[in-house]
């Protein structure tokens, strides 16, 4: 019971200590804003909080054990990659093959299939397993959820979600054998 | 497997020193839990040389976590894969959340941690707006097919698609999962994103379904055809400019 009230009392006393404090800091800015409109009526009353951001990267290398860190901060704003839109086109019926691709863990290489200027197969040349694999073609009706065909979007952004290092070996094969489909 | 981190912290007392503890943290975990580290502590349970009852408590949590999520995704989540474990599907989505932690128990309000496209955020970005995130584009690296505008939640895009890395349909090993090439989950916070991102990419085709029926999830599904299927709810964290 005395313990609660010490800790009430400690409680009012701080109170105190900041009404205090408030009081001081709301007197202060009164009269600063007082002094700066007397003092230079042509300025705005709005005082910029410099709102600084730090951007902080680093890559972890998990395969060599010796792999140095790397540190980069950039006491700038944040990172605002621009995305450009393109167009994804049609693409020439044929089977294509991408080039080989190190993947970091090994090599990758694909081949896609196009027929009426769709993507009906893409297949796995090479991978780290060297077996070959073949894509199956599934088209379950899903009546809850919605369908949109992708679209690059050209809006400001701060971070970006997707597909991560790992996957780029993929992507890069498969990116040049859709290229070599192009119309 | 290479994992870029990047920390923001847009609140003004932010110093140096906050962010080495963040990546101090990252650099802990990673010297415990990666499976091409020789001397990792996971590596020495794979060598059968530590017992689970032996190990750390933090590996103990990890096991227990993953044995949950393989439970909750009927198996499709797995860490263990010939009779080796690797974690780094649940590793990944737990690290980043105690990291954001780290930073949230320092009283910052306005941050994110993102690693390897994995995201958790809070606060607001320089312009006072909720953080803006874009998907990348599967097809192409340097294209956003999708703004996203969310805060104090987790965002996670599975994508890998090559078997051995930590995406295989457990339940078919032979196959590879190709159908689809990228799932984007946005859920309560990012170990959750995470690891139902994971398992529901596993899925293949199906794996949105499996998101749609989770209550606070969304997802965003990309197919080989370059068609997207997307939850219900899924529009309301679209950016409309």
């Known amino acids: 019971m005395s313990k609660n009230q010490s800790q009430r009392n400690i409680g009012a006393t701080h109170m105190i200590k900041k009404f205090f404090l408030s009081s001081f800091v709301i007197f202060s800015f009164i009269a600063y804003v ?6 230079h009526p042509d300025l705005a009353l709005s005082p910029t909080p410099t709102m600084t951001s730090i951007v902080s990267q680093k890559s972890f290398t998990v395969s060599s054990s010796n792999a140095p860190f790397t540190t980069s ?21 044929g089977v294509y093959t991408g080039p080989q691709v190190d993947a970091y863990y090994g090599i990758v290489e694909v081949q896609v299939t196009v027929y009426n200027g769709q993507i009906t197969n893409v297949q796995f040349l090479k991978y780290p397993n060297d077996r070959r694999t073949s894509v199956r073609i599934n088209n379950i009706a899903m009546p809850y959820l919605q369908q949109e065909a992708i679209q690059a979007q050209s809006a400001h952004i701060n971070i970006i979600s997707g597909a991560t290092f790992t996957s780029r070996g993929f992507a890069m094969s498969l990116n040049a054998a ?4 192009k119309n | ?19 080495d503890d963040v990546f101090a943290y990252f650099e802990y975990v990673d010297e415990k839990f990666s499976t091409y580290k020789q001397d990792s502590e996971i590596s020495q349970i794979n060598r059968r040389e530590l017992s689970l009852k032996e190990s750390s ?29 690797d974690p780094s599907g649940i590793v990944k989505g737990w690290s980043i959340y105690n990291a954001a932690q780290i930073l949230r128990q320092k009283g910052f309000g306005n941050y994110y941690v993102e690693a390897g496209g994995d995201i958790q955020m809070l606060g607001t970005n320089t312009e006072g707006q909720d953080w803006r995130i874009g998907i990348r584009n599967p097809f192409n690296l340097d ?10 939640r987790g965002v996670a895009t599975s994508g890998t698609y090559v078997r051995g890395q930590h995406v295989y349909n457990p339940l078919a090993k032979n196959e590879l999962i190709t159908d689809i090439l990228s799932l984007t989950v946005i859920g309560p916070d990012i170990y959750e994103a995470d690891r139902f991102a994971t398992a529901a990419f596993a899925m293949g085709r199906s794996g949105i379904n499996f998101i749609e029926r989770l209550e606070d999830f969304e997802g965003y599904m990309i197919d080989k055809d370059k068609q997207a299927t997307f939850t219900t709810s899924f529009e309301e964290w679209v950016l409309h400019d």
């Open chain 2, 143 to 152: 294209e956003i097919i999708k703004v996203l505008s969310v805060t104090d």
């Open chain 1, 178 to 181: 859709l290229g070599s489909a």
């Open chain 2, 1 to 19: 497997m290479g994992m870029p981190i990047t920390v923001e912290v847009l609140d003004t007392l932010a110093i140096e020193s906050d962010f």
């Open chain 2, 57 to 85: 408590p933090d590996m103990k949590t990890i096991f227990k976590m993953s044995e949950q999520t393989r439970l909750e995704t009927n198996g499709y989540f797995n860490i263990r894969h010939n009779d080796m474990y």
């Open chain 1, 73 to 93: 901060v950039h006491p700038t704003a944040s990172i605002l990659p621009t995305a450009v839109p393109t167009n994804p086109g049609q693409y020439k019926d």
């Open chain 1, 34 to 39: 007082v002094h700066q409109r007397f003092s």
